[in-house]
């Protein structure tokens, strides 16, 4: 089955700064990897996602992008404020529906 | 438009107990699963389904039974509590025909004494 490995598990950066998490798949037949937020106390929630026919994906301060042949994914978030501390996961799945995710990263911004 | 309803949001069961999990999702997904989230661990598939009257296991789903008897529901049962299940636990949905996302729920917390 799919693994999905996902570094750093903790990362702290100063307000402003970039952000960059960095995950691994194993199954080349995996074509969609989204990208979780999950704040204290609630349920994940989805801030962006790609596909395999893509290999970079923008919404205003967070890019995702691909590489298909190395099987490695990230998440770029610049520009970082206050409310982006959370816990952030990667997926990954051959559809939406039955994801793989990798283990977190605590993203801490500073002031 | 509620989304995915976990209900309890916290439990504690002592070792030998049973309870059930309650799911359930108006958006009419055909597709619902069910996580654990262990710290370290990220979060792991323990069932799923792809629509009423279709279940199969995930990643982890010694100690767990599911049903899923109508679209909107899908329980998850401990038959016999264990303090390895203390655990957070999370409910998704996603629409396999138009290819959405997961919803997750708020998620249910139970310790398991």
């Known amino acids: 089955g799919e693994n999905v490995e996902q570094h750093p598990s903790t990362l702290s950066v100063q307000e402003g700064d970039s952000a960059v998490i960095k995950c691994t798949y194993s199954?080349?037949?995996?074509?969609?990897f989204p990208w979780y937020k999950q704040e204290l106390g609630k349920g994940p929630q989805l801030i962006i996602d790609?596909?395999?026919?893509?290999g970079e994906k923008k919404d205003q301060r967070i890019a995702v992008t691909l590489n298909k042949t190395a099987k490695h994914f990230s998440l770029h978030i610049t520009e970082t404020q206050p409310e982006d501390s959370a816990v952030y996961f990667c997926?990954?799945?051959?559809?939406?529906?039955?994801?793989?995710f990798g283990t977190g990263t605590r993203l801490q911004v500073t002031l | 438009n509620a989304g995915v309803t976990q209900t309890p949001k916290f439990q504690v069961l002592k070792t030998g107990q049973s309870m059930t999990l309650q799911c359930a999702q108006d958006m009419n997904h055909e597709y619902m699963s069910w996580y654990r989230q262990d710290p370290g661990m990220g979060l792991r598939l323990i069932h799923y389904?792809?629509?009423?009257?279709?279940?199969d296991q995930g990643e982890v789903p010694n100690g767990y039974n599911v049903s899923r008897s109508t679209t909107e529901d899908f329980p998850l049962r401990l038959l016999s509590a264990a303090p390895s299940q203390t655990s957070v636990y999370f409910c998704?949905?996603?629409?396999?025909?138009?290819?959405?996302?997961?919803?997750f729920g708020q998620g249910t917390r139970l310790t398991v004494v």
């Open positions: 998704a949905s996603t629409s396999i025909l138009m290819n959405t996302e997961a919803f």
């Open positions: 997926a990954a799945s051959s559809a939406a529906s039955k994801l793989t």
């Open positions: 389904s792809v629509g009423a009257g279709i279940t």
């Open positions: 199954d080349s037949a995996s074509n969609y």
């Open positions: 790609i596909r395999s026919n893509v």
